[in-house]
């Protein structure tokens, strides 16, 4: 996934910093442990969970999903617990990760310069190599040179098809970090003791590529005919926005399909989340905050420093960043917030939770106050007060280029990431709101989009503009046969397989919020069931290596991935 961080760059130092995106899904991580901020509760070992916590008023929200059988079901007890089937597999991610498929923030169009793809052309052939099978049986079209787009033609054309998505490209390892990995980062070195998978890519995304194809290159071995055609989309410049990828894949796949035209889209995201002893909660993402980057300009009158004005430019736009900054957004928290199930799920099923906030968890449904105080409690915690609001943050600042000349022009970007229920439009408005005060403070003109609101005066005006948007992402429903399908099947995949013969863990699946966005940006027009959801479990060093130093991931929870595409396939056929 692409983590844009709020100052712009890649976390590519040895720790990577403390991103926002890395802080959220660690808060994430730990919600059942340090939920409300304090000291974790000691779970005795031998605690085992009586099930659900509810008193009889209040209804359960977070259910045990009935697990969706495939009748056609043959490798997937191979995938996950045959050792020769896990070597090959671990051999496959291994080599994939090797071909590094670096994309850096601005790149070329890949027909001007080969050269600079030559790993994605690699890359390419070893995919060829690696499924004999997808590449025989399947089309594959390359779309701007390097996106690969894989058709399973199914043998009821007229069903709409299921999308599989993942990309190709990783984001760049700093050289003065190599020596700091236990592994070198494209070494795709298995290590047995701690069954970890290391490298760039390991996690992001390269697993979930190599896991798709090899679902299906075992359904094929298997002699599985799919009903509905079977797609895989793969971009290669994720981790820069998808300009050059994802853009066009979109595009061709809705001029091919038509609006509306694919029944689902699974792509990477979230996973399972160990939350408590024994209890995992399955959050696939429906819903990505939106963006946007606000120019705002400070222009004015040059002139010698001797004879300054009261503010010069750098001043007048000091002021306005303090006043921004003094009035960030309120937290606009409501139960649709996918976050909602997430803690839904925790406070029926885990232990950890202090009492108080359980209670205002569960009565939230129906009771305004405890709704309150859960905003409250989700504002007050930095881990969580981003997921329930637009975020503002100043990133880039110029004014001024010589010590002896007043500044004529000051200029700085804000950076939004914007809640679920606001808009562009909205987030604009507000810092427009606040640039036409400071305006009318100091004197200066005001204009928005360069139409003003106050003329311009013998001092300046100060300037608001849009650089870059994104909207909010439309929510993805959790009701309704899509739904219900990837549901059951993660159900099925963790319950009768992952853990068959384990009675000490249960899985709920839940639903969570990404702050970021993936390639799925570009896919909004071809489905509203869009899943971002990788079926593996994600443990809490996870997070700290997602593009930093260490990636890695459990062989483990690559097979658990690879089985959960296998049953979604069939699932779908048999169910929808
Ligand atoms: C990477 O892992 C190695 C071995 O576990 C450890 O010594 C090193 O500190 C880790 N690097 C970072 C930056 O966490
Ligand atoms: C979706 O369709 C609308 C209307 O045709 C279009 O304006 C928009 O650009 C499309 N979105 C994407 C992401 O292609
Ligand atoms: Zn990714």
């Not at 989309?233 to 998808?242: K, L, Q, T």
């Not at 839904?344 to 309150?372: G, Q, V, Y």
């Not at 013998?458 to 870059?468: P, T």
């Not at 443990?539 to 260490?550: C, G, L, M, Q």
Request: proline content about 5%; some cysteine.
């Amino acid at each position: 996934m692409a983590m844009r961080l709020q100052d712009g760059s890649k976390s590519l130092g040895p720790k990577g910093g403390r991103s926002p995106l890395r802080r959220h899904l660690h808060g994430l991580l730990t919600v059942g442990l340090a939920l409300a901020g304090t000291a974790l509760y000691v779970v005795s070992q031998r605690s085992s969970r009586e099930g659900v916590i509810l008193s009889g008023k209040e209804v359960s929200r977070c259910g045990k999903i009935e697990p969706i059988v495939p009748s056609f079901k043959k490798s997937v007890d191979l995938i996950l617990h045959d050792a020769e089937f896990k070597r090959s597999s671990v051999e496959k991610l291994s080599k994939a990760i090797q071909i590094p498929t670096e994309i850096w923030d601005v790149n070329p169009e890949p027909a001007d310069d080969p050269e600079w793809y030559a790993h994605f052309y690699e890359f390419h052939r070893f995919l060829e190599q690696t499924f004999p099978l997808v590449h025989e049986r399947l089309t594959r079209e390359k779309v701007n040179e390097l996106g690969l787009l894989y058709t399973w033609e199914g043998s009821e054309p007229e069903l709409k098809p299921v999308l599989f998505m993942a990309h190709q490209d990783v984001v760049p390892v700093n050289k003065e970090t190599w020596d700091d990995w236990e592994y070198p980062p494209f070494s795709g070195h298995y290590d047995e003791k701690s069954d970890l998978v290391w490298g760039r890519g390991s996690n992001d995304c390269k697993n979930l590529l190599i896991a798709e194809l090899e679902a299906i290159e075992q359904l094929l071995l298997d002699g599985y005919q799919p009903k509905r055609s079977v797609i895989l989309s793969f971009g290669f410049d994720e981790e820069s926005s998808g300009p050059l990828g994802a853009r066009h894949l979109a595009a061709f796949l809705e001029d091919r399909y038509g609006r509306d035209g694919i029944f689902s889209i699974i792509d990477e995201g979230f996973g399972v989340l160990p939350i408590d002893e024994g209890l995992f909660v399955a959050s696939p993402i429906t819903a990505e905050k939106g963006y946007v980057d606000v120019v705002v300009t400070v222009n004015g009158k040059g002139g010698h420093s001797s004879v300054p004005p009261d503010h010069t430019t750098i001043g007048v736009a000091s002021d306005l960043i303090t006043v921004l900054e003094d009035n960030p957004f309120g937290p606009d928290f409501e139960l649709d917030n996918p976050l909602f199930s997430l803690l839904t799920c925790a406070a029926e099923h885990s232990k950890r939770l202090p009492k108080d906030l359980r209670k205002h968890i569960l009565r939230a449904p129906k009771n305004k106050a405890s709704r309150k105080m859960l905003e409250k409690f989700l504002s007050s915690d930095v881990r969580f007060r981003d997921l329930i609001r637009t975020t503002r943050a100043v990133d880039v600042f110029n004014g001024g280029i010589k010590a002896n000349a007043l500044p004529e022009v000051s200029t700085f970007v804000v950076n939004h990431r914007i809640d679920i229920h606001s808009s562009v439009e909205e987030t604009v408005a507000a810092d427009a709101y606040f640039a036409e005060k400071i305006a009318k403070k100091y004197g200066y003109g005001f204009a928005r989009n360069g139409e003003f609101s106050i003329p311009e005066t013998e001092l300046g005006y100060i300037d608001v503009k849009v650089a870059k948007a994104l909207e909010p992402a439309p929510v993805s429903p959790t009701s309704g046969a899509a739904w219900d399908i990837l549901a059951g099947t993660i159900q099925d995949v963790f319950e009768n397989g992952v853990f068959a013969g384990r009675d000490d863990a249960e899985l709920y699946v839940s639903t969570t919020l990404m702050p970021a966005n993936t390639d799925t940006r570009y896919y909004w027009n071809l489905t509203k069931n869009i899943y971002r959801f990788v079926a593996s479990i994600l443990d809490a060093s996870t997070f700290e290596t997602i593009h930093s130093v260490n990636e890695s991931i459990k062989a483990s929870s690559h097979l658990s991935a690879i089985a959960f595409i296998y049953e979604y396939i069939v699932n779908v056929d048999e169910n929808a």
